[in-house]
């Protein structure tokens, strides 16, 4: 949705004929406000936003800068849409002063909360870093190391520690799917690819077959597979659909003898998918 | 602020004395809902809460299961508190109907901007899986394959094209910032590690010196740092806090002498370090 390749720089008004500007502000990283402002955005298809996230926005002079920028953006075209995070009452106030049209995520639920839990949101808001902080950080750090140590089946140290192995043929999605899980969620996981070599047979690749009930397969539909390896390796038998048919079909088949559960990665995201393994897998609390 | 490495059996309600179950429901992932209702929760902290994330509520039937789930959690002890990214009206009806505090992070909003920008929200909401999609799919398998070549300075090749080489000595969060950088943006971005023998010149190692203004260092305090290198290696020089100092001391004169910007990781979590680089980088749209 985010175009992080195309800069656009500071102080830049994002607004061109017929769009309208949309801003993302944060007084911390600007994820959340990205995330759930786009996915508002998304259902006004008619609408062309130029997205722009300001994170760290946590001084009063920081907010009218931001609000300097947002009127500019006003003059230059259609009332701006801005969605916020911020969760200081004197930088809101500040921001809440901007031509445009001002989307409060945090402070209205706040109030919602404290209405029903008849408590009083604490003064000391936001990020708390303490021990488990660092723990969380250091399994996270530890979950990354795992999955690059054991991505496309490049070692069998510790795989008897793995929460998770995704199997599939190349370029069905492990790898990303991988990291993914590691990081988000710290779990170890590994990931075996499937390759002809492995076909012959009926069950499961040697290096994972004891680990079988902690296997996960990946597979896609013939078209997207050959779309992905032509990007790889163009006109070669291994995109080919012929090929990717096969090597579909075969890894299905295993999936099923071997009572892998499954999914088709080819309308997914990275985040849907690993929603689904956990789900699967019943590692999600 | 989730433990996934701690499974609660599905149909389990996770009310223990004195807690209250908080749910995060989502038609989709749930990462939105668990996210931001997290943050949320996090200014309650005399409160202990329970989390429990259900994704893929999408069905009139999964949504009445979240209802007795829910209901079983309320007869257990204290009223639940819901967050929910539900879409569909006839579903968040039917989740309305639980005997909790529900807070819509989606729907309330959804109105305000129908209200705002004069037009009515698509009924075709929620994922849109095209062509758009599926470039930032092969942009994120390629960043993130990209990462992996490149951890630890292990490959030079086509380091050209980095948008972001992270230098560091070793366990500063090189690896994972990296990798989170790849996967969530899809930029390419490699590591460098900062050992002893890239210390007795003034200059950067030579493998990441032509590309000086694409460096971005981290630091952090040295007794972080021996904290976290004594899980590695307890009791060595490597982890000592005199070792430490000094490696630290090193690369931060370093970064100041080729005026590479830098950032000390020891308070900051993957996602703030990632925003504070892009940033600084002039990556962010």
Do not use: W
């Not at 921001?95 to 209205?108: F, K, N, P, Q």
Request: charged content about 25%.
């Amino acid at each position: 949705m985010i175009d992080p390749r195309v800069p656009i720089a500071t102080g830049a008004v994002p607004t061109v004929s017929g769009r309208r500007a949309a801003y993302f502000v944060s007084d911390s990283t600007g994820i959340t406000a990205e995330t759930l402002g786009s996915a508002l955005l998304v259902n006004f298809p008619a609408i062309s936003f130029e997205h722009r996230t300001i994170p760290f926005v946590d001084t009063e002079a920081g907010a009218r800068d931001v609000v300097s920028e947002i009127d500019r953006a006003a003059d230059a075209g259609l009332a701006p849409v801005v969605f916020t995070t911020v969760k200081q009452a004197q930088l809101r106030a500040i921001l809440a002063e901007a031509r445009a049209v001002t989307i409060d995520l945090l402070a209205g639920h706040l109030t919602e909360l404290e209405e029903a839990l008849g408590a009083d949101a604490s003064e000391q808001m936001g990020q708390y870093h303490g021990v488990g902080d660092m723990q969380r950080y250091q399994a996270r750090m530890r979950a990354v190391e795992y999955a690059i140590e054991h991505d496309d089946g490049q070692s069998m140290r510790a795989l008897d520690i793995a929460d998770i192995i995704i199997v599939a043929p190349s370029r069905c999605g492990k790898t990303p799917t991988t990291m993914y899980l590691a990081l988000q969620y710290g779990l170890l996981v590994a990931n075996y690819p499937l390759t002809d070599d492995d076909f012959p047979t009926d069950s499961l690749p040697k290096m994972v077959a004891p680990y079988a009930e902690r296997c996960f397969g990946l597979t896609t539909t013939p078209l997207r597979l050959s779309q992905v390896r032509h990007e790889r390796r163009p006109s070669s038998r291994y995109s080919s659909l012929e090929q990717c048919t096969l090597e579909l079909r075969r890894a299905e088949d295993l999936y099923r003898r071997n009572r892998v559960p499954f999914l088709n990665s080819s309308t997914k995201s990275v985040e849907e998918m690993s929603a689904v393994i956990m789900q699967t897998m019943k590692l999600r609390a």
